[in-house]
């Protein structure tokens, strides 16, 4: 396995993610991890990362040179090259007079093994204000670029390589294959890291470490927590008990349909809970977004609270966290603004007394998908598009009730169901409808009315983090409108949101 230190890049994920395309299995830890918790499984290569850091700032980020000590090949990506040149010769690395941040033509210099099947001429991705002024004489210069002298490096002696450049990006037209001689040829790793190792692994671990006790999930109708389900299924069978709850914000004849999915097709032992009544009633009159999330979040937890209550069995509980949300990375930004308190209804709290299995905690969204396919799981279950825990409570911008919810839902459904039958559905990361509280004035047939709007959403984005609004062709939003306004009692106005994410955000709550 490969172990990525952490140096702080903003693409450092991105580093695990073309590893992983390779079948080889990583982990990202901050680069002042502690090494002796690898001492009994030490990685067969190391990556240091990018970092925002200067290795001549006081409070610089070190290499720990314990790492030499295994004896495996090293990488060093910009801040990681810089920290393997400081070491051996502090002050070397110096700021540019030119800065060097976008695309710039490299020029390999030795292709025998970091840069084997690559142009003597490609283009790679620069973002960096340092450059190396003095090399040591253990390094050879194995790349340069006319603005850079050192593109890339290489010991003498060493499996030490080091880039000034990011492969890990994809404007960096070669980086994939510069990522796979390292992990292939350098560091002999073969793929053997696929979706089947990882299930069969996963399963045995999950038999072992559960024993006979039962084991809860909470399903959601997403991807990750069904993924979770079927692995924990498959492991220790009805010792399992799924519980999916009907909290009033689904989507229409959502509960009945992902109830018969996970019944009729996956074949989990699932309990549907109707707690609607107890979600509105605690919504009530409450117009703040953020009060709103609470206060669904905690009554999810008292839900469950209620079923562990009443059965003593239960020792763990099954949750869907993902990579992103564990990796330890390290941020020079400081801790950041709460923009939306994110809730799922897997986070619950530690106070339920139940220890946790968390089978995908390793794995990034796709690797989900990958998994969740070869268990079984139907594509059009897969290919669903993400839905927030608090649902619809958070697409209503005012106050949740009964009536603006099935509202919203059949404003919904026209749209979601326009997208599918369009073949639309696919090409859109996520769709959504808001209900605005805001009335206007229109006129039906002879009539004046004065009703509510609608707004749509549908975005392209590869993880949410960053979103661009889909530009769906004119005559589809035409058509959608046009239904919405004619079969949609109080709703005369539908309008179509063009805002990208940031500064807007996917939920308008
Ligand atoms: P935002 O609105 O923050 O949303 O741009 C990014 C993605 O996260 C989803 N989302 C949530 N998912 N619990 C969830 O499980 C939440 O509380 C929550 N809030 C937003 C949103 O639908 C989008 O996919």
Redesign the pocket.
Known sequence: WILILDYGSQYTQLIARRVRELSVYCEIHPFNKDLSDFKDQPPQGIILSGGPKSVNDEDAPGLNTEIFGWDVPVLGICYGLQILAHVEIPGSVEKADRREFGRSDLIVDDSTDLFQNIPQESVVWMSHGDHIKELSADYEIIAHTDNARVAAVRHKQKQLFGVQFHPEVVHTVYGKQIVRNFVNKICKLEGTWTAQSFIESTVEEIRERVGDARVLCGL?G?VDSTVVATLVHKAIGDQLQCIFVDNGLLRKNEFQDVLDLYEEELHLPVKGVDASDRFLDGLEGVFDPEKK?KIIGNIFIDVFDDIVEGDNDFKFLAQGTLYPDVIESISFKGPSAT??????VGGLPEEMNLALVEPVRELFKDEVRNVGRQLGIPDHFIKRH?????GLG?RIISDVTKEKLDLLREVDDIFISELRQQDLYDEVW?A?AVLLPVQSVGVMGDERTYEFTAALRAVTSVD?MT?DWAHLPHPFLAHVSNRIINEVPGINRVVYDVSS?PPS???WE
């Open positions: 959601s997403g999330r923009i939306k308190s994110h809730h799922n993400p839905f927030p825990g608090p958070i996520q959504l949410g979103a994410k955000t996917i939920e």
